[in-house]
């Protein structure tokens, strides 16, 4: 299993299919959602994944939110549940971040079942509930 980072410019046509196609297993087929998952936001984020012969087992994306002077992370999934495949992307993505993405803060949107996972990496609740293309989300921070 390998942790790749990159920039938008430097993922290749068969990484940036293996990522949008996990996405759409996740958050469209799995979860139900309906949200324009490609929302012009991949071109400025950092991509974060493990990955193995090519296939995607865990995801996340962060770019940095000048509305919030802070770097957002999005679209976390894992493939297959309950194995620490997040804790271990999520891990390496905020080392990553506080080394190359320069900020003091880091934010999630996190929905409300997913809470306890991101207090275990360090994030605090740092809103009331609210809605986000249907689902309920609290906002937490990392600093």
Do not use: W
């Not at 012009?40 to 991509?47: A, E, I, Y």
């Not at 994944?49 to 962060?62: D, M, N």
Request: charged residues 30%.
């Amino acid at each position: 299993m390998n942790f790749v980072a990159k920039s938008f410019e430097e993922l290749t046509k068969e990484e940036l299919y293996e990522i949008l196609k996990a996405r759409c297993e996740i958050f469209i087929v799995e979860r139900g959602m309906r949200c324009q998952d490609m929302d012009g936001m991949d071109q400025v984020s950092r991509h974060f994944l493990l990955e193995e012969e090519g296939k995607i087992l865990a995801y996340l994306r962060a770019f940095y939110d000048e509305a919030e002077g802070a770097v957002k992370i999005g679209r976390v999934l894992t493939i297959t549940h309950g194995i620490g495949l997040g804790a271990k992307l999520m891990s390496g993505a905020i080392e990553d971040i506080k080394k190359n993405m320069k900020s003091s803060k880091i934010y999630v949107d996190a929905q409300k079942h997913a809470i306890g996972f991101y207090e275990k990496m360090g994030f605090k609740t740092v809103s009331g509930e609210f809605l986000e293309e249907g689902v309920v989300h609290v906002k937490m921070e990392l600093y």
